[in-house]
């Protein structure tokens, strides 16, 4: 994952897919308890630390218009985060190459944010345990724990950030098309609609309408393990995608045009926008993208990537 300088270092930060989303309940702290299935992808930012003379954090974004580069940044929370518990003194700069779509369900920042953890640490010679690591991950958001527990796949509950290995055969690997339209959806937004749609349903007497009691991640994980993609896609579930398919007309237009194009199984990462179908091989992935490309290329970018 590394390589370095001696006052530099590259970092590959890669992206995730929810196979499995389901929310819970909503907590005393305004989150929500969740159970997800997360997997790493190859899609990835590629990231280059460099330390400086100055105490500042300098973050350089390449790829994208409009991310912030000030404290609003994760991968700038990250390394400040790192400075002040460590003690250290000494700047940082953060160049990101932008590959993984922004607001796409995709965790592009929260990643980047685990990557510089990681990076930092690794540069300044820091002996900080898995544990110290997932505890600095947890304190800058939800997702950011999976990219440091370093395993393709795992059970997130909690707010995600509490991990378990899935157990999965270390030679499983999927392959995925992603639909990524032009669209920034945030997080908070998508669970503020389903917030709404949770209180007008108690108000109308129907309660328990967040968990689904037909959805089970150990069926998944029981599908991964045999590596049958066809049960597999029978079985992803994203609850927050009843959401986003109900307010956000490109995301459900898109996925529409997906299912009549030939695509018989169409899920929704995160909350979203990105959406992607799982193949058994690449030899079928890269069939479908050149089936599919010229017809969607202009509605949305595409990306041929597998587990990693």
Known sequence: ??????????????????????????????????????????????????????????????????????SRNLAYQAADLIRRSQGIRSGLKIEIEKNIPVGAGLAGGSSNAASVLLGYAKLLGLKLSKKDLISYANRLGSDVAFFIFNQPFA??????????????????????????????????????????????????????VLTKKSHDVNILISNLRRNNSLLLNQNIYNRLSETVMKSYRLVSELRSDLLQSGLKYVHMSGSGPTLFTVFGSKKEAQGASDRLSSRFKDRCRIFLASTA
């Open 155 to 208: 059970v997130g509950t909690g707010r995600g950030g509490d991990l378990k290995s899935a157990l999965i055969p270390k030679t499983t690997k999927l392959w995925h098309l992603l639909f990524s339209p032009p669209i920034k959806i945030m997080t908070k937004d998508v669970y503020g609609l389903l917030d709404r749609e949770v209180k007008l349903h108690c108000r109308a007497g129907r309660t328990n």
């Open 1 to 70: 994952m590394f390589s370095s300088a001696a006052k530099t270092l590259k970092v590959s930060s890669p992206a995730k897919l929810n196979l499995f989303l389901d929310i819970l309940s909503k907590r005393p702290d305004g989150y929500h308890d969740l159970v997800s299935l997360f997997e790493r992808i190859s899609l990835c930012d590629n990231i280059r630390l460099t330390k400086i003379s100055s105490d500042e954090i300098v973050v350089a974004v390449h790829g994208e218009l409009g991310l912030p580069t000030d």
